[in-house]
């Protein structure tokens, strides 16, 4: 069995093409935040496995459709994020709840569509599955169960945690010169961190060697043919969580001596140090060597008003990105050293859950 | 006005203030208090003040923009509750229009130019050489940077920071809690809640749910 990937894998255009299809056409990815989808007619726009999606509040559902007018193939929001109609700007069509179209002007005059014609005219619609405030989207026209792509009890920790999402949060999105499947790999591999944060991350983890908190209690081992459910991983840590007021003002997630982990098949990594406040990474694709990470951060869901909110956002936000700055800095060297004519990684024992990650995308690959 | 001022607080505006005390002010008895960062300030720095009267002496709040100025504002509304008042403090290189009104607890900066008519609120500081044209409206705790320009007409929302050396154009409206770090010229209307920042290169923005309406024929 072939255990790592190749050079192909991180930087070949047309394997990159494949990944589009059979991973982010195929699987559930997240997709946003209900939280931020909350009021009526609130949208979310993302772009996944290279197809415009929009997700819209209709009367109350998230729905999720390909964010192109049926007419003409405009953009039917163009902004990332707001609190607007599904109404295409171009020619003016109006979409209701359901995706149909619900209004044309002009229509007797200017189209003229026949009944059997009119009766199609419609958004794209997909699949949209909620875990507690993580919301999913699959653009399959069969998706899988989710519970083919992730374990039961991993659904209900994730919905859990999510529950205690605060309604406000930030967010960035930033480019990365490396392929997606790095960043992955990297927030799976606890063992960099003694390496590539000494003074930032790693004095927060509380065992004295960051080590042994970078293997689960009962690490996973490297199986034969693993599951598309053995990628995605949860892992807490002792933690030593800053104190600050403000966390008086939030009901928590468990304990705050704990740092809540979860790496989300194929490409988040959910986390939350001592249930105060949660981090969503997102490696969105988009080349071979280019990511957009996606950055969200909130605090718990708050129990009284806290003061200067949007200040401790961007605090916190500042304080990630100066961690995830260390990360980039030595996989974008990573990605500028690959070449054809390299060997293969020669990874260990506690790499096993990057060995079962790596099976994973063989088979949904079709290289298995 | 009284004779006797209270500067208290840390960071680069409190030594500007400090060092140029005489210069703003040379008949006045001034008193110092340095705190060792804005971490005192939760810890009860107010209580250092505790020998001076409020009848006697009056305040002035000199932290930085830490926290999109809420160190500061919480400094300043601690000693308020108590009963202190707050001042005004320009630096006798500034140049201030006589028709531009300025809040209590404000600095201006030495060589900073604030233009007729405009209003500044309370607890803002205004930066070494900035400059602010006619009609600029400043919100409450608001940090505008050194070198800084806010063209006529422009407004600049509670809480937020114009970074050194960052232009906004005239007219341009800033939201609240935001910062415009980056040193370039911003033309177009920053939404609440919007940070541009050179380790960001893409725009940070906080989302909250819009405010629930009010029942029609209900007051708040």
């Known amino acids: 069995m072939r255990t790592t990937l190749d050079y192909a894998a991180y930087s070949d255009a047309a394997v990159f093409g494949r990944e589009q299809e059979r991973i982010f056409r195929t699987l559930w990815i997240f997709a946003g935040v209900r939280s931020m989808l909350s009021w009526p007619d609130a949208f979310i ?57 619900k209004a044309i002007p002009d229509e007797q005059t200017l189209y003229r569509f026949t009944p059997e014609r009119r009766a199609g005219l419609r958004l794209r619609e997909f699949a949209v599955a909620e875990v507690g405030n993580l919301v999913f989207v699959n653009l399959a026209d069969d998706p899988i169960p989710l519970e083919l792509q992730f374990r039961p009890e991993h659904i209900e920790r994730m919905r859990a945690m999510s529950q205690h999402f605060s309604a406000t949060c930030i967010q960035t999105v930033f480019p990365v010169r490396y392929n997606w499947k790095f960043n992955f790999e990297n927030v799976v591999d606890g063992n960099h961190v003694a390496y590539l944060h000494p003074r930032t991350f790693a004095p927060l983890l509380r065992p004295t060697t960051v080590a042994e908190s970078a293997v689960p209690a009962v690490a996973p081992p490297a199986i034969d043919m693993p599951s598309l459910r053995d990628a995605t991983l949860n892992v ?32 988040v990594n959910f986390y939350s140090p001592g249930g105060k406040y ?58 500028a050293s690959l070449h054809p004519g390299m060997r293969a990684p020669q990874q260990g024992e506690y790499e096993a859950p990057l060995l079962n990650i790596a099976a994973v995308y063989r088979q949904l690959m079709g290289d298995a | 006005m009284s004779s006797e001022l209270c500067v208290i607080g840390c960071g680069d505006a409190f030594d500007a203030i400090e060092a140029s005390h005489a210069a703003i002010d040379a008949t006045r008895v001034w008193h110092f208090i340095r705190l060792d960062s804005t ?164 725009t940070v923005r906080v989302y909250s749910p819009p405010p629930a309406r009010r029942a029609p024929g209900r007051r708040a």
């Not at chain 2, 201006?108 to 500044?120: K, M, N, S, T």
């Not at chain 2, 500081?125 to 063209?151: E, H, K, P, T, Y």
Request: charged share 20%.
């Open chain 1, 236 to 267: 807490d840590s002792p933690y030593q969580l800053k104190r600050w007021p403000w966390q008086e003002q939030v009901e928590g997630f468990e304990s705050d001596e704990r740092f809540y982990d979860f790496n989300i098949y194929p490409n």
């Open chain 1, 45 to 101: 726009t993302r772009s996944i496995g290279g197809v415009p999606v929009l997700l819209q509040n209709c009367d109350g559902i998230i729905r999720a459709f390909e964010n192109q007018c049926a007419h003409r193939q405009m953009p039917i929001q163009f902004e990332e994020h707001g609190t607007r109609r599904m109404v295409c700007r171009y020619h003016g069509w109006v979409y209701d709840e359901a995706g149909g179209v």
């Open chain 2, 39 to 202: 971490d005192e300030i939760q810890r009860g720095a107010e209580q250092k003040m505790a020998h001076l009267a409020t009848s006697t002496v009056r305040m002035f709040a000199a932290v930085d923009a830490a926290a999109l100025n809420h160190a500061r504002f919480e400094l300043y509304g601690k000693l308020r509750l108590l009963g202190y008042v707050g001042d005004t403090l320009i630096h006798p290189g500034a140049i201030v229009d006589p028709a531009a009104h300025l809040g209590e607890n404000c600095w201006v900066g030495p060589l900073a130019q604030i233009g007729p008519g405009c209003r500044i609120a309370a607890n803002t500081f205004i930066g070494a050489g900035a400059r602010l044209d006619a009609d600029v409206r400043v919100g409450m705790s608001a940090w505008i940077g050194a070198g800084s320009s806010l063209g006529r007409g422009a407004e600049i929302g509670n809480h937020s920071v114009i970074g050194n050396d960052a232009r906004v154009a005239r007219g341009v409206l800033v939201g609240r809690h935001c910062v415009l770090e980056s040193p370039v010229h911003y033309r177009d209307a920053i939404a609440d809640a919007t940070f541009i920042h050179p380790d960001f290169p893409g």
């Open chain 1, 278 to 335: 949660f981090i969503i990474q997102q490696f969105d694709p988009a080349a071979p060597d280019l990511t957009h990470y996606r950055l969200t951060l909130m605090t718990a869901r708050e129990s009284g008003k806290i003061v200067g909110l949007p200040a401790i956002l961007w605090g916190y936000l500042k304080s990630e990105k100066s961690v995830l700055d260390e990360d980039i800095v030595a996989l974008e060297q990573l990605q």
